[in-house]
């Protein structure tokens, strides 16, 4: 069984201050875990993967996330908020492999104020 | 390439009809996977099929829920006899096989926009 906690469903950041929004999981098995960011009246976009390589993942727009097994987290980041970033974010995890149904977290909607 | 392609992009039903939303995946992409959204909330996975074929339908409501993905043409959920509480965002994804997702195809579950449901 998996689960996903996403901390604070709602986050307010200045523009160019840090982004930080917190995911932790639980997996049974080795997970894959994810972030995507969805937009309103949008679908969900793939910001980054985590599938047991390294374990500080870069993805798209400048978010990174990093994987701590030991923590059972891979909180999102960005260094300088922009306006554009007020979105949705959700973290979502599956099982290790392929084809695997992703467990999403209720999310975090980011607001970004100048 | 074409995303993942959902229509309708809203479906109004009164309640107590039926209402059927299509999807069709990424060109190449042969797994599906349907999800809901309530409103402020997460997704919730429905169901995972394949072609012809439900792999794993364990989020799927036992009654008035159904889908398919034919051999050919798009995955349709559908849901039967629509009640109030079925109001919500409809997600479906597509992905590419097994060895396309361990070569690195960049996403490995690509979204659609999503049919809304209103249920009157």
Not at chain 1, 17 to 43: D, E, H, K, T
Not at chain 1, 74 to 101: I, N, Q, R, W
Request: charged share 20%; proline share 5%; aromatic share 10%.
């Amino acid at each position: 069984a998996q689960s996903v906690t996403q901390l604070g469903s709602h986050v307010s950041v200045s523009e160019g201050a840090l982004v930080l929004l917190r995911c932790n999981y639980s997996s049974s098995v080795p997970p894959y875990l994810f972030w995507y960011v969805q937009y309103p009246n949008q679908g969900l976009q793939l910001l980054l993967k985590y599938t047991s390589a390294a374990t500080l993942v870069k993805g798209i727009n400048g978010f990174e996330a990093e994987f701590k097994k030991s923590e059972t987290s891979f909180h999102l980041t960005k260094p300088s908020a922009h306006m554009s970033d007020a979105a949705e974010y959700f973290c979502a995890v599956s099982a290790a492999g392929t084809a695997s149904k992703l467990t999403f977290g209720t999310g975090t909607r980011l607001q970004v104020t100048l | 390439n074409a995303g993942v392609m959902q229509n309708p992009r809203h479906l109004v039903r009164r309640r107590g009809q039926e209402a059927r939303l299509r999807c069709s995946p990424m060109k190449g992409h042969s797994h599906v996977y349907w999800y809901r959204q309530l409103p402020e909330e997460g997704l919730k996975f429905m169901v995972y099929l394949q072609k012809e074929n439900i792999i794993d339908e364990s989020g799927m409501p036992k009654e008035r829920f159904s889908a398919e993905f034919p051999k050919e043409g798009p995955s349709i959920l559908r849901i039967q006899q629509v009640v109030r509480g079925d109001s919500a965002a409809y997600f479906c994804a597509s992905s590419p096989d097994s060895v396309g997702f361990l070569l690195g195809s960049n996403q490995p579950q690509h979204f659609g926009d999503g049919t809304r449901l209103s249920i009157l």
